[in-house]
Every structure is written in structure tokens, then in C-alpha cells.
């Protein structure tokens, strides 16, 4: 059974940082490309960060770019999202997700996502 599990969500004022993790059980990790998608409220599901079977291939949004960090540690079957300079619109659920398909030429489209976590909720205040 395969589960993904996130952790490290809370409650930041603007400018600060948090560090996401997810830890994946129940599939051959270092096979499957990760990624994090976001959804506010009363919002669409929205594409974040994606890293290849090594930290050799990383996608940003626009949104976060320069801002965000996505990183993957193969020995411990875990994705990171280090989350810096955080916005009060960076409030949401944060939802990792797997895909084995390869190469990942279409990052942002959640279709491709064979396995999703239960999310953790980031809020920033201003």
C-alpha cells in the first residue's frame, strides 16, 4: 500500500520560512517523480515545485520561483519544499504526489499523479 505522508505545515507571518516534508512508503521511491501542488480556498488546485528521480531536474511555478526549494533524499524516501520569503498568498493546503512516468514532460498537470498525500496546511499572515 502506498502512502505519502506530509508534515512541517503551520502558521508563518509574511517573510518567513518553512521546511515541508513528505515521506513515502510503499513504492520504489527513487522511480518516481515527485511534486507539490497547492490549493487555497475556494481555488483551484495549483502546481508548485516537481524534481526528477534525482535533484538533477526541478520545476517552479512563476509563483514561487527564486523563493521555494525542491529537494528529494532517495535514502530516506523523502521530498522536501523548503519554503522561503513567504507571502500571505502562499496560504493553502500543500499536497505532495508521485508519478512514474518518465521522462516528466507535462509537470503542472495533476492528471499524471498516480498517488497524492492527505496535505498540510501552510497559512501566512500579514
Known amino acids: 500500500q502506498v502512502q505519502l505522508v506530509e508534515s512541517g505545515g503551520g502558521l508563518v507571518q509574511a517573510g518567513g520560512s518553512l521546511r515541508l516534508s513528505c515521506a513515502a512508503s510503499?513504492?520504489?521511491?527513487?522511480?518516481?517523480?515527485m511534486v507539490w501542488f497547492r490549493q487555497a480556498p475556494g481555488k483551484e488546485r495549483d502546481f508548485v515545485a516537481a524534481?526528477?528521480?534525482?535533484?538533477?531536474?526541478?520545476y517552479y511555478a512563476d509563483s514561487v520561483k527564486g523563493r521555494f526549494t525542491i529537494s528529494r533524499d532517495n535514502a530516506k524516501n523523502t521530498v522536501y519544499l523548503q519554503m522561503n520569503g513567504l507571502k500571505p498568498d502562499d496560504t493553502a493546503i500543500y499536497y505532495c504526489?508521485?508519478?512514474?512516468?518518465?521522462?516528466?514532460?507535462?509537470?503542472?498537470?495533476?492528471?499524471?499523479?498516480?498517488?497524492w498525500g492527505q496535505g498540510t496546511q501552510v497559512t501566512v499572515s500579514s
Open positions: 504526489a508521485a508519478t512514474s512516468i518518465a521522462p516528466l514532460q507535462s509537470p503542472t498537470n495533476g492528471a499524471l499523479y498516480d498517488y
Open positions: 524534481v526528477g528521480w534525482s535533484n538533477g531536474y526541478t
Open positions: 510503499g513504492l520504489t521511491f527513487s522511480r518516481y517523480n
